[in-house]
């Protein structure tokens, strides 16, 4: 690893430290709607998000989607048919988003492109260096989802556009929630105002300072609706 790298990420755990200590009080209404009693709620999320929040609640991965990606439009086809998950996970050297492909020589590393077997919806395995190393810990986290009980949580990025966000809207489940720049009149689409002049939303999680930290009890209260 390069030591931009290493300082990068160094920087990286210090600044999501700080940032911790905005978050305490919102972790504790999430902790109490999503995993009480044992009966933990599975997060299935669009990025890293909810990565983040099992990392904060110092508990195991209770789903795959950690250190990684989705494409919206993906990400609404496999919630469709939520039984996708199961399937075999392949890998390709290029991905079908032209996005993707522009940005690969600018990241830190270049990552492991995924998709499941049978259909064209893509896993960016981000933060991964193998395709062995994603799809081993893919294996290990799915074993532990909870198809009968979990929250789907979207992104506006990388493309996204609103009729991607009405079609998450639409979809048939219990508890969703989707944060985006653009104040639409959805129950579950969750606007933050800070980052309306952006093209894309920043990961809400990263950005508490930008007033955006109160992410996690407008999930738990969107996801409810």
């Not at 299935?44 to 950690?66: K, R, V, W």
């Not at 991905?95 to 064209?120: C, Q």
Request: proline share 6%; glycine share 4%.
């Amino acid at each position: 690893m390069s030591i931009i790298y290493n300082i990068k990420t160094f920087a990286s755990r210090i600044r999501d430290k700080i940032y911790y200590q905005f978050r305490k009080k919102e972790l504790k209404l999430f902790r109490d709607v999503f995993f009480q009693d044992g009966n933990h709620c599975s997060i299935l999320s669009m990025n890293c998000f909810g990565g983040h929040i099992y990392q904060d609640l110092d508990i195991p991965y209770e789903s795959p989607t950690a250190g990684l990606f989705f494409f919206p439009d993906d990400f609404c086809s496999l919630l469709e048919d939520i039984s996708i998950l199961k399937r075999n996970i392949l890998f390709k050297p290029i991905s079908k988003w032209k996005l993707a492909n522009d940005k690969m020589p600018t990241r830190v590393h270049p990552y492991p492109i995924g998709y499941f077997e049978g259909t064209d919806i893509e896993i960016h395995f981000l933060h991964y260096y193998t395709e062995q190393e994603a799809l081993d810990k893919w294996n290990r986290r799915i074993s532990r989802f909870n198809s009968c009980n979990f929250i789907a949580i979207g992104f506006q990025q990388n493309e996204c556009s609103q009729e991607t966000i009405k079609r998450f809207e639409k979809l048939p489940l219990k508890k969703k929630v989707f944060f985006t720049n653009w104040d639409l009149d959805l129950p579950h689409a969750i606007f933050i105002e800070k980052f309306k002049d952006l093209p894309n939303s920043p990961d809400p999680y990263k950005y508490p300072q930008a007033g955006a930290n109160g992410v996690l009890s407008q999930s738990a209260k969107r996801s409810q609706q």
